[in-house]
């Protein structure tokens, strides 16, 4: 075997371990966003669906928020021990927590301690994750030849959604071998225990890998950093990239990341009522447009990283609510044929408890081009049997949607989840080269992995939270006016949490059009 034949086999398999580790992570992470409809109901107090369902949002939020508090951490641990190890120690923590989140007893088990462990293992999710990102993609740029950075370093940005992937396939997998019942019950847990095995043969595979050979040779020179922290953020020059980093190009690459694969998720779930097929249909589209994080990056290392992540931005901004209009007609009642003689309609009481029960009203509806459309209102009854009223005086009520669209609107929708995850490739793809290049080695580590989690973690990472609660408000200010005799102010409210990312992405491609260069394979190293 050649010189040449060797060192391709070695970045392949140096590839191979970073993003298996990688990608098992990011599964770790997602299958919490991915459950979260079930999780609000068992480690929450129940009565309130809704109000559940925002605390399960904050509390996936809250592992975005700390991923910042992560990359501080263990990027300056990576930039003075070595990538290696670090990234070793940040797949263990992740792979402990999220197994220990199956563990946890619900809500009616252990009451209000069940939501502070959710808590406490997801911040702990965050922080290994802030340190995973940062080791993987510097580990491999630095093993990287000239001229491919961005291909060798694509195949790391894949891992993001491969990851999400694959936590949906498990869940799927999970849910139709048992009952509904069942799963409902304890099955959920089973994607949580299963990232147990998967983190052990990871730590196995990267227990074999070598130090980065840049790192180790600015180690064996006495070049590597005293104090990345100070280095990185105390120095001004270097604290200006940071800057740049993040508001010129992470700052919107994260909230196109997060409309794209779990805003677009969470609202074919919540607003378009699709609980049944919203699985298959992210699936589709994710393996779909998984293949052009590798051409994006790629293609970086021929023109530049610059335009092609500004061009992605621009795109996903100006075409979002064109896109979610079109998704949300696909199964708008009101432009269907119903099918009167199957309608349904019926009253009932469900009993929680010895003393508390909820008046649940069922509405069921068929239409001819084979949409199926339930709704069901929920109104919490006190110990009197009377309707509990809220601090305004109205009747509290709770309403689930749940709904199936036919083959057409299905694939439809499975197009739409495609485009806004090509604007995902565009901008994601270049983007662990383009950070690597901006910063020395000594320091790279630390540097590049802040402006990325407060990027993802913080403007992405709330995303769902923020674009929900925008919804909730619009709708809550239609219902107000109308009462007052004032018309409706938003009248497509389904849409009004999409200026979070189309606001923030603006901003961010207003500066990185300005103030970023299109260099490829500029490296300090």
Avoid at 248 to 263: I, K, L, S
Avoid at 288 to 317: E, N, Q, V, Y
Avoid at 324 to 333: A, G, H, L
């Amino acid at each position: 075997m050649d010189n040449s034949t060797q060192k391709k086999s070695s970045i392949f398999s140096v590839i191979t371990a970073s993003s298996v580790g990688t990608m098992i992570e990011w599964y770790d992470f997602y299958i919490f966003g991915s459950l979260a409809t079930i999780i609000s109901i068992k480690f929450f107090p129940p009565g309130n669906e809704t109000a559940a369902f925002l605390s399960t949002l904050a509390t996936f939020a809250a592992g975005f928020v700390v991923r910042p508090f992560g990359a501080l951490f263990f990027g300056r641990l990576g930039d003075l021990i070595g990538r290696k190890f670090t990234f070793m120690l940040t797949l263990l923590l992740m792979g402990g927590a999220t197994f220990l989140i199956g563990c946890i007893p619900a809500y009616e088990t252990i009451g209000f301690m069940a939501p502070v462990l959710i808590l406490t293992l997801r911040l702990l999710q965050g922080l290994a994750l802030g340190g995973e990102y940062g080791g993987a993609a510097t580990y491999v740029a630095e093993h990287s030849p000239k001229g491919k950075r961005g291909f060798m370093t694509s195949w790391i940005q894949t891992t993001a959604t491969v990851g999400l992937f694959i936590s949906l396939v498990v869940i799927m997998l999970t849910k139709y071998s048992m009952s509904k019942e069942a799963f409902l019950n304890w099955g959920w847990r089973v994607p949580f225990w299963v990232s147990i095995v998967m983190i052990a043969v990871s730590f196995i595979i990267r227990r074999k890998m070598a130090e980065s050979p840049v790192f180790a040779k600015a180690k064996e020179e006495g070049k590597t950093s005293t104090n990345p922290l100070k280095e990185s953020f105390g120095n001004k020059y270097n604290f200006k990239f940071v800057l740049l980093a993040l508001f010129g190009a992470v700052m919107g690459q994260g909230v196109v990341w997060y409309t794209g694969q779990f805003y677009a998720m969470s609202f074919l779930e919540k607003v378009m009522g699709l609980s049944e097929q919203v699985g298959s249909i992210m699936l589709w589209g994710i393996a779909f447009a998984t293949p052009f994080f590798l051409f994006f990056g790629w293609l970086s290392d021929k023109i530049g990283r610059k335009w092609i992540m500004m061009t992605g931005i621009f795109i996903a901004i100006i075409s979002y609510r064109p896109i979610y209009e079109s998704m949300y007609q696909i199964n708008d009642v009101k432009n269907k044929t119903e099918i009167v003689a199957k309608a349904a309609k019926s009253a009932e009481i469900k009993i929680v408890n010895e003393t508390l029960s909820d008046s649940v009203y069922v509405t069921s509806k068929a239409f001819t081009d084979g949409t199926t459309w339930k709704e069901t209102k929920t109104f919490p009854l006190n110990s009197q049997k009377q309707v509990i009223l809220n601090d305004k005086g109205e009747k509290k009520m709770d309403v689930k949607i749940e709904a199936t669209v036919n083959s057409a609107g299905k694939w439809t929708l499975i197009f739409w989840i495609f485009v806004q995850i090509f604007f995902v490739t565009m901008v994601y793809g270049p983007i662990a080269a383009f950070l690597v290049e901006m910063f020395p080695v000594q320091i790279r580590y630390t540097s590049m992995s802040l402006p990325y989690h407060i990027g993802n973690g913080i403007f992405g990472g709330l995303l769902p939270a923020i674009a929900t609660a925008l919804v909730l408000n619009a709708k809550t200010a239609n219902k107000i006016a109308e009462a007052a005799g004032l018309g409706i102010p938003f009248d497509k409210p389904y849409l009004e949490g999409l200026w979070y990312p189309i606001i923030i992405g603006a901003v961010s491609l207003c500066i990185g059009i300005v103030y970023l260069k299109n260099k490829n394979n500029t490296a300090h190293d």
